[in-house]
C-alpha cells in the first residue's frame, strides 16, 4: 500500500491579455482526479487520482487528511475503467488489458477486488479452472447483490465463446462460483430486478436484436420484441422498477427517444410514456433512490444540471444547491446508502470541474479537489449553441468556443467533427476545444446529420453514408462560421479525432475549399480494411450492415486511395497499441501521400491508445497540433 499525501499549491494569473498562452500542460495533463464515488455508509470515498502519467485508485476516510493509494497503473499495462464499492471495506474494479494473439488486436478487461483498507493483495476476481474458456469481458457485473456483500452476478463465457452464462460468483475465493442460468442462443446482455432475479436477456442474432422475459409465474422465458438493427428505431431496457412487473425503456416517441413504462404483467406489454424531450433523445440511465429503491429520475444531457427529477424532494435538493452555487453545472455524482452524503461535481466558466463532499444533515458542502488546478480562474469560454443550415436547408446544431477574454482571437478557425459517427457534442467544458480556444483560434463542433441526440431517422443518416452528405455538413458549417464571426474564410482548418480523423482525411480529399489544412488523430482510412478485419469479430454482420458491403463504394468512400488529389497540408497522429481504429489506417495513409511528395506529418506515439490515455501521448498530441496549426494557419 501506498500511502500518499498531496498538496496543491495555485498561483494566481492575471486575467488581462496574456503575453504567453497558458501552458500546454494547463489542459494535456490527465484529469486529477474523477469517478469520485462514497462508500454505502458514506465514511469514506474513492476516486482516481493521475499525477505525472501515472493513475492511482485513492481512498479517503473522513476526518482524516491522509489518503491511502491502494492500486496504481501506468496506463501501459493496463488502464483503470471504473470501480464499484461491493461492500463498505470491497471495491472491484475494472481493468483493461491490451492484448496482441495471432495479429488479433483487442483489449482484454479483468476484474480486481481491492480492499479499501489496502490490507490485502491486489488480486483478480476469477481464476480459471483447467478447460474453461478465457473470456475477453470478464468484468461484466449483472448485480452488486448489496443484500449478500461476498457475492455478485456476472455474465461470463466460460464454456464457449460468446455464450456468456451467468454466475453468483464469491469475491472472496477466486474458484468459487455458482451458475445460476445457462446463456441462451445469443443473449449477451442480462438485467435483474430490484428483487435481484434474473429477469431479462437481450443480444443480437446476426444483425436482429432480440428480447427475452422471465415470466415470476410460469418461470419460463419468452421472446418479448425484435427488431433489426438500423432498419427499425432501438428498444433500450433501463432497468426495473420496484414493482417487478414494472420494466423501464428507452424508445421512439414523436421522432425522439423518450422513457417509457412497460406493464409487464399483461400479455400486450402495454408502454406509459414517463419522460420525452420534444427536441432532442433522451440518452441517460436512470436515477434510483437510495433508500426507496424508486426511480427518481434520469439522465438526459440537455436538462439543466444534467438530470431531470420525477422527484419532487430531489427536485427540491437540486434546486437548493443551484441556489448555494449558482450560475454553474452542479451535478450530484455519489450518495451514501441513507442518502446523507454526497459527492457534488460542480462547473462554471471560472472553474472546469471541482468536487464537494456534502452532508445533509449538518448542512455542509466542503471542497475536496479540482479536476484541472492549472485552470482554476482562468478565463474560460462557454460553449454557445448555435444552429445553421446544410446546403439542402436541414437545420444543424453546433457548439461555437470562442478564444477567451484574456487571449488575443486570431482570425483563424477550426471545424472539429465528432468521433463515433453516432455520437454527439454537448455543452459543457472540453479540454480538447478549450485548449485550442486559449491559442486563439474560434472552434465550432457540429451535430453533422448522423449524430445521436435527434431521433432515429437523422442518426441513420450516417449508416453507408461516410464521406456523403455528412461530411457536407462540415464544410457547410465552415461557410456558416466564416459569415457570422471575425473569421478569414482562407484560414479554416478541420482537425478530428477517430470518425472525425476521417472526416479531416477525406476533406482533404475533396474539401480543399473551405478547408485549409488537416489534422487527424486515430482517424479510419480505408472502410475496405475495417470490413476486412471485422470477420475476426462477433459483430462482423453489424459493421458490413452499417459501413456496407459495396467494394466499389468503399474504396470511393476511403482517403487513403485518393491521396494523388490531396493538396493542402496534413497532420496524421495515431497510437501504435490503438484497439479501436488501427494504427495501420494512419501508416498506410502517410505512406500514400509520401509516394504523391504530398506535404504530410506523421507522428506516431509509443504505446499510445485510442482515447489518449496516457498523459505524455497527450502533451505530444497537443503540442503537435500547435505546431501544425501554427505553420499553415
Known amino acids: 500500500m501506498l500511502r500518499i499525501v498531496i498538496i496543491v499549491w495555485l498561483l494566481s494569473i492575471s486575467a488581462t491579455i496574456q503575453a504567453q498562452p497558458l501552458p500546454v500542460e494547463a489542459f494535456g495533463l490527465l484529469p486529477q482526479a474523477e469517478q469520485v464515488k462514497l462508500a454505502p455508509n458514506g465514511n469514506q470515498f474513492a476516486f482516481i487520482f493521475h499525477n505525472k502519467g501515472n493513475s492511482y485508485l485513492g481512498i479517503k476516510s473522513l476526518g482524516s487528511h491522509d489518503v491511502n493509494y491502494i492500486l496504481s497503473t501506468d496506463n501501459q499495462k493496463f488502464k483503470i475503467n471504473w470501480y464499484v464499492w461491493a461492500n463498505d471495506e470491497v471495491l472491484l474494479v475494472s481493468a483493461s488489458y491490451p492484448i496482441d494473439k495471432m495479429g488479433v488486436k483487442y483489449s482484454e478487461s479483468r476484474l480486481l477486488k481491492v480492499i479499501a483498507s489496502g490490507g490485502e493483495k491486489i488480486r483478480t476476481v476469477l481464476k480459471l479452472k483447467d478447460g474453461e474458456h478465457r473470456p475477453q469481458f470478464q468484468d461484466t457485473i449483472i448485480d452488486i447483490l448489496p443484500d449478500e456483500p461476498d457475492h455478485i452476478l456476472m455474465a461470463l463465457d466460460l464454456k464457449a465463446p460468446n455464450q456468456p452464462d451467468v454466475y453468483k460468483v464469491n469475491i472472496n475465493s477466486r474458484l468459487k462460483r455458482k451458475l445460476i442460468q445457462k446463456g441462451r442462443s445469443g443473449i449477451s446482455y442480462w438485467i435483474t430486478d430490484q428483487q435481484h432475479r434474473l429477469r431479462l436477456g437481450y443480444g443480437i442474432d446476426d444483425t436482429k436484436v432480440f428480447f427475452r422475459l422471465y415470466d415470476i409465474d410460469s418461470k419460463e422465458w419468452h421472446r418479448i420484441w425484435e427488431y433489426e438493427l438500423f432498419d427499425n428505431p432501438d428498444i433500450t431496457p433501463l432497468g426495473f422498477g420496484v414493482d417487478p412487473n414494472t420494466l423501464y425503456i428507452r424508445a421512439l416517441h414523436n ?92 462547473s462554471n ?150 470518425y472525425g480523423g476521417y472526416a479531416a482525411m477525406q476533406a482533404a480529399v475533396t474539401q480543399q475549399q473551405p478547408f485549409k489544412c488537416a489534422a487527424s488523430f486515430a482517424g479510419v482510412s480505408d472502410l475496405e480494411h475495417i470490413i476486412r478485419k471485422a470477420r475476426k469479430f462477433t459483430n462482423y454482420k453489424v459493421v458490413k450492415k ?72 497527450r502533451m505530444a498530441t497537443l503540442k503537435a497540433f500547435e505546431a501544425f496549426l501554427s505553420k499553415h494557419l
Open 349 to 498: 466558466p471560472r472553474s472546469p470541474g471541482a468536487f464537494y463532499l456534502g452532508d445533509r444533515k449538518a448542512k455542509s458542502l466542503d471542497y475536496i479537489l479540482d479536476e484541472y488546478p492549472l485552470l482554476v480562474d482562468q478565463p474560460l469560454s462557454d460553449k454557445q449553441k448555435v444552429v445553421f443550415k446544410a446546403r439542402d436547408g436541414l437545420e444543424l446544431e453546433a457548439y461555437v468556443t470562442l478564444p477567451p477574454s484574456n487571449v488575443k482571437a486570431k482570425q483563424s478557425a477550426l471545424v472539429i467533427p465528432h468521433g463515433g459517427p453516432m455520437a454527439r457534442n454537448y455543452s459543457g467544458f472540453n479540454w480538447f476545444s478549450q485548449f485550442f480556444a486559449s491559442r486563439g483560434y474560434t472552434v465550432i463542433e457540429p451535430n453533422f446529420r448522423g449524430s445521436s441526440g435527434y431521433g432515429f431517422e437523422f442518426q441513420m443518416a450516417s449508416i453507408q453514408q461516410w464521406g456523403g452528405a455528412m461530411q457536407h455538413d462540415l464544410a457547410d458549417a465552415a461557410f456558416w462560421l466564416a459569415e457570422h464571426y471575425p473569421i478569414d474564410k482562407d484560414k479554416i482548418c478541420i482537425l478530428g479525432i477517430s
Open 255 to 346: 421522432g425522439r427517444y423518450a422513457i417509457f413504462t412497460v406493464d409487464l404483467a399483461k400479455a400486450d406489454l402495454p408502454r406509459e410514456l414517463v419522460y420525452a424531450d420534444e427536441n432532442y433523445d433522451v440518452e441517460g440511465s436512470l436515477i434510483y433512490s437510495k433508500k426507496t429503491k424508486e426511480v427518481i429520475g434520469v439522465r438526459h444531457g440537455e436538462a439543466a444540471n444534467g438530470k431531470v427529477f420525477f422527484d419532487e424532494k430531489y427536485a427540491r435538493f437540486q434546486q437548493a444547491l443551484n441556489k448555494a452555487i449558482p450560475d454553474a453545472y452542479n451535478n450530484i455524482m455519489s450518495l451514501s446508502a441513507d442518502g446523507n452524503r454526497y459527492i457534488l461535481y460542480t
Open 546 to 617: 452499417q459501413l456496407g458491403d459495396d467494394s466499389d463504394k468503399l474504396e470511393q468512400q476511403s482517403p487513403v486511395n485518393f491521396a494523388k488529389q490531396v493538396n493542402i497540408p496534413m497532420l496524421l497522429i495515431h497510437g501504435d497499441k490503438d484497439r479501436i481504429v488501427d494504427v495501420y489506417h494512419s501508416r498506410e495513409m502517410f505512406d500514400e501521400l509520401t509516394d504523391y511528395d504530398k506535404d504530410v506529418e506523421y507522428l506516431e506515439l509509443e504505446n499510445g491508445n485510442h482515447h489518449l490515455e496516457i498523459e505524455q501521448n
